[in-house]
């Protein structure tokens, strides 16, 4: 097989190709037609005396997104899209396509939403999903060259993570599961049997409200840690995000350019990061004039605003206990303080990570319990974790689409999952 991403290696060869009509012209007695193969776009010149007239004819007839089969020899030329194009030899028509719904003007976002199972071919998705593929990528290979070893955790939990209110049951046979909010619970038992671990799969949260930032089925990347306290885990998280930024400027600028992402900010991701307490937060947003008080959780506007104030992204810690979930541990000074963070993406993005260093005083974990009003029973192996060697241990969970819709600074997650979940939508 060959693909068009590799077609510099067969300049001056004869190649036959397989793709779809992308789009296609015609000057004087010149035909184009671009076809894609999901790998690229490559542009195919006819010209009536080099090919033979039912070629040429249905260069001019294919209809857009029809399968070709293509044979010619490729060219270099700098004008073409990708530095080469292919002298066209003979067209085949494999498969036709009528109609397509997708054409080159604009498109409401439901009509394209509605179609995404199509709209993934189109130039600026495919952008997008490769660079997804590139940050996953980046994730696993940080984590494994440190040593942390994956354990994918449950989709199917007896328990809640997150808090109860965005809890997606499930019949369980007899009885009642949920779906995984997050892995961690059964991260901080793998922490304790394999030192440093990470899972990552999907999560979902039943958000029931509509913001460019949310969906209900995302993925997440959560690493965990022995023996690694709150600062060290900061440490990790703004390491990771370095070197996720730095792998997609390496290894895919020309998704970056089809996007018209401005690179020089990306570049500019290195650290230090900014750190910030949340009181600091609290300090800068009253100050600006928002009406929230100490204790309160940031909201999207809030978020926005943090997440402008610096190029690189933001690392808020220490934020109310109340605001966080049981397993926080809490500063010794002063308990209504948990050893937790957030990060922020610059350019308005938002929390991309969320983390912090957990509980491990199994009677503090006991009275957390009834103060958040979570069954014991569910929990009764996590606080195992406590009973058999208590251990020190933090960690966090990035979550993919946050971290691809900033670095592709596209205005809305939906865009940066392939078949997004969301309120209103779970077609196609
Ligand atoms: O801050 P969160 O809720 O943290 C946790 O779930 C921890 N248990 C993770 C851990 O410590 N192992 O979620 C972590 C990240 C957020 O920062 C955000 O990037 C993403 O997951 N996230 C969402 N992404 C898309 N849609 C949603 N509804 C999201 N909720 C969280
Ligand atoms: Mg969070």
């Not at 010209?47 to 293509?70: G, I, M």
């Not at 690189?312 to 966080?324: D, E, F, G, N, T």
């Amino acid at each position: 097989m060959i693909w068009i991403e590799n077609i510099g290696n067969y300049e001056g060869k004869e190649v036959v190709l397989k793709g779809w009509v992308y789009n296609k012209r015609s000057s004087g007695k010149v035909r184009f037609v671009l076809i894609r193969d999901g790998t690229g776009i490559l542009q195919a010149v006819f010209s009536a005396q080099e090919v033979d007239e039912n070629s040429f004819d249905l260069a001019d007839k294919v209809t857009q997104e029809s399968l070709v089969e293509l044979k010619g020899i490729v060219r270099k030329d700098e004008r073409a899209p990708g530095g080469f194009e292919l002298v066209a030899k003979e067209l085949k028509l494999l498969s036709s396509s009528e109609n397509y719904p997708i054409t080159k003007k604009e498109h409401g976002v439901d009509f394209l939403l509605q179609h995404r199972h199509l709209w993934i071919r189109s130039r600026k998705q495919f952008a997008i999903l490769r660079i997804r593929a590139e940050v996953i990528k980046a994730c696993r290979d940080f984590l494994d060259n440190k040593g942390f070893i994956l354990i994918d955790a449950p989709i199917l939990t007896p328990t809640s993570c997150e808090g109860t209110t965005t809890l997606f049951e499930v019949n369980y046979f007899d009885r009642k599961a949920y779906l995984s909010q997050s892995g961690q619970l059964y991260n901080e038992a793998a922490a304790a049997a394999f030192g440093r671990v990470y899972c990552f799969g999907p999560t979902f949260r039943a958000e029931k409200s509509k913001t460019r930032r949310h969906l209900t089925e995302f993925w997440m990347v959560e690493p965990e840690a022995s023996f690694m306290e709150l600062f060290d885990i900061i440490e990790l998280a703004e390491e990771m995000i370095v070197y996720i930024v730095e792998r997609v400027l390496e290894k895919r600028k020309k998704e970056l350019e089809i996007l018209e992402r401005d690179v020089s900010l990306l570049s500019n991701i290195k650290r230090p990061f900014p750190r910030i307490t949340y009181d600091e937060a609290i300090k800068r947003l009253q100050e600006k004039g928002f009406k929230i008080n100490w204790g309160d959780d940031f909201g999207g506007d809030e978020e926005t605003f943090l997440s402008n104030l610096y190029e690189k992204p933001l690392v808020i810690y220490y934020y109310p206990a109340k605001c966080k979930a049981f397993y926080m541990k809490r500063l010794k000074e002063n308990p209504e303080i948990s050893l937790s963070v957030d990060i922020l993406a610059p350019e308005g993005y938002g929390e991309i990570v969320g983390g912090g260093q957990r509980e491990d005083d199994l009677k503090e974990l006991e009275k957390r319990l009834i103060e958040y009003n979570l069954p014991r029973e569910p929990f009764e192996w996590y606080l195992d974790l406590r009973k058999y060697g208590s251990f020190i241990h933090s960690g966090f969970g990035l979550g993919i689409e946050r971290t691809v819709a900033w670095i592709c600074k596209i205005k809305h997650i939906r865009e940066a999952i392939p078949f997004p979940r969301m309120l209103d939508r779970i077609y196609p």
